[in-house]
């Protein structure tokens, strides 16, 4: 079983940076491909971005070139900066994992974390 625990999470202005960490517990880590997904009040869950275990990285066009995802094999940790922020970007975000394929319907997410960015 993979459990997933982000942190990182809260209110920042427009134009500010925030990280997001997800901490990796359980299952196959180094065989896991790793995302984020996020989702505003009232709208459907997103796909934001996603590294693959083989190291391939994507993004949603929404946040490309302003949000970054990393994975620290070592400490089973996942990141994602987020540069620029804007007020469309406020949702909850989730760490997602699955062995294959996690950007489409990944098996394992993560309680989600706020992110509030005020104009």
């Known amino acids: 079983q993979v459990r997933l625990a982000e942190s990182g999470g809260g209110l920042v202005q427009a134009g500010d940076s925030l990280r997001l960490s997800c901490s990796v517990s359980?299952?196959?880590?180094?065989?896991?491909?790793m995302g984020w997904f996020r989702q505003a009040a009232g709208k459907a869950r997103e796909f934001v971005a996603t590294?693959?275990?083989?190291?391939?990285?994507n993004y949603a066009d929404s946040v490309k070139g302003r949000f970054t995802i990393s994975r620290d094999d070592v400490k089973r940790t996942v990141y994602l900066q987020m540069d620029s922020l804007e007020p469309e970007d406020t949702a909850v975000y989730y760490c997602?994992?699955?062995?294959?394929?996690?950007?489409?319907?990944?098996?394992?997410w993560g309680q989600g974390i706020q992110v509030t960015v005020s104009s």
């Open positions: 997602v994992a699955d062995y294959a394929a996690v950007y489409l319907n990944p098996k394992y």
């Open positions: 359980g299952g196959n880590y180094n065989a896991l491909d």
């Open positions: 590294f693959a275990s083989g190291g391939r990285q």
